[in-house]
C-alpha cells in the first residue's frame, strides 16, 4: 500500500464523521486506484478505475464524421444560442443517437455536451460584452441573447471559462484605456 492509501487506512478506521470519510475519497479524484467505502463499518475495497465504454462505442471514422457534422450544426449554424437545443435533437438532426453524440463530444472536445455548448456561448457574450454597441444591455440580456436559459447558470459557466464575473469582464473593457506618452 501506499502512504496515502495507509494515511487513509487509519483515518477512516479512527474517524466516527462520515463527512469526513467521504472528503479523503473526494479530495485526490485523480488517483488511478481509488478507495471505495461501503456502506459497511471500515469495509475498504479497493477499485481500479474502468476504461470508459463509450470510446470504443464509435469507430474512428465516424467519430471524424461526426465531428465535423457536430461543429457544423452548433458553430456554424449557431445552434448554441438555442436554449432548449439538446444532445438529443443534435442526434436527430445528424440522424444518429445521442449515445454517440456524447462519445463523439467527450472523446474528440475532451468535454460533456454542455460544456461544449457553453463554450461557445461564452465566446459569443464575450463578444457581446465588448462590443460598444451592447454596452447598455443588462448582464441577464446578453445571457438570454447567447442561449442560457438562466443567469446562474451563465455567471458559474463564465466565472468557470474566464475566472471573472460578466460584469467586471465588461468593466474591464469599458474602462477608457491609459495613453502611452510618445518621447519627443
Same mark, same amino acid.
Given at each position: @500500500? =501506499?502512504?496515502?492509501? &495507509?494515511?487513509?487506512?487509519?483515518?477512516?478506521?479512527?474517524? =466516527? #464523521?462520515?463527512?469526513?470519510?467521504?472528503?479523503?475519497?473526494?479530495?485526490?479524484?485523480?488517483?488511478? !486506484?481509488?478507495?471505495?467505502?461501503? @456502506?459497511?463499518?471500515?469495509?475498504?475495497?479497493?477499485?481500479?478505475?474502468?476504461?470508459?465504454?463509450?470510446?470504443?462505442?464509435?469507430?474512428?471514422? &465516424?467519430?471524424?464524421?461526426?465531428?465535423?457534422?457536430?461543429?457544423?450544426?452548433?458553430?456554424?449554424?449557431?445552434? %448554441?444560442?438555442?436554449?432548449?437545443? $439538446?444532445?438529443?435533437? &443534435?442526434?436527430?438532426?445528424?440522424?444518429?443517437? $445521442?449515445?454517440? !453524440? $456524447?462519445?463523439?463530444?467527450?472523446?474528440?472536445? #475532451?468535454?460533456? %455536451? =454542455? +460544456?461544449?455548448?457553453?463554450?461557445?456561448?461564452?465566446?459569443?457574450? @464575450? +463578444?457581446?460584452? =465588448?462590443?460598444?454597441? %451592447?454596452?447598455?444591455?443588462?448582464?441577464?440580456? !446578453? +445571457?438570454?441573447?447567447?442561449?442560457? *436559459?438562466?443567469?446562474? +447558470?451563465?455567471?458559474? *459557466?463564465?466565472?468557470?471559462?474566464?475566472? !471573472?464575473?460578466?460584469?467586471?469582464?465588461?468593466?474591464?473593457? *469599458?474602462?477608457?484605456?491609459?495613453?502611452?506618452?510618445?518621447? *519627443?
Amino acid at each position: @500500500m =501506499t502512504n496515502y492509501k &495507509l494515511f487513509c487506512y487509519f483515518f477512516l478506521q479512527r474517524c =466516527t #464523521h462520515l463527512q469526513k470519510k467521504y472528503y479523503i475519497c473526494r479530495k485526490y479524484p485523480n488517483l488511478t !486506484v481509488k478507495i471505495i467505502m461501503s @456502506m459497511a463499518k471500515y469495509n475498504i475495497i479497493e477499485r481500479k478505475e474502468k476504461e470508459a465504454g463509450y470510446r470504443n462505442l464509435v469507430s474512428p471514422e &465516424l467519430m471524424d464524421d461526426l465531428k465535423e457534422k457536430i461543429l457544423n450544426i452548433i458553430v456554424m449554424q449557431k445552434k %448554441y444560442k438555442d436554449k432548449n437545443y $439538446s444532445a438529443k435533437q &443534435l442526434a436527430a438532426d445528424l440522424g444518429t443517437n $445521442s449515445r454517440y !453524440v $456524447s462519445a463523439v463530444i467527450n472523446v474528440r472536445f #475532451h468535454t460533456n %455536451y =454542455t +460544456s461544449f455548448v457553453n463554450k461557445y456561448r461564452i465566446e459569443e457574450a @464575450m +463578444s457581446i460584452l =465588448t462590443d460598444k454597441r %451592447y454596452q447598455d444591455l443588462r448582464i441577464e440580456d !446578453v +445571457s438570454d441573447m447567447v442561449g442560457f *436559459s438562466n443567469r446562474q +447558470s451563465f455567471y458559474a *459557466s463564465f466565472y468557470k471559462i474566464m475566472g !471573472v464575473k460578466p460584469k467586471d469582464y465588461r468593466n474591464q473593457f *469599458s474602462q477608457p484605456q491609459p495613453v502611452a506618452k510618445k518621447k *519627443s
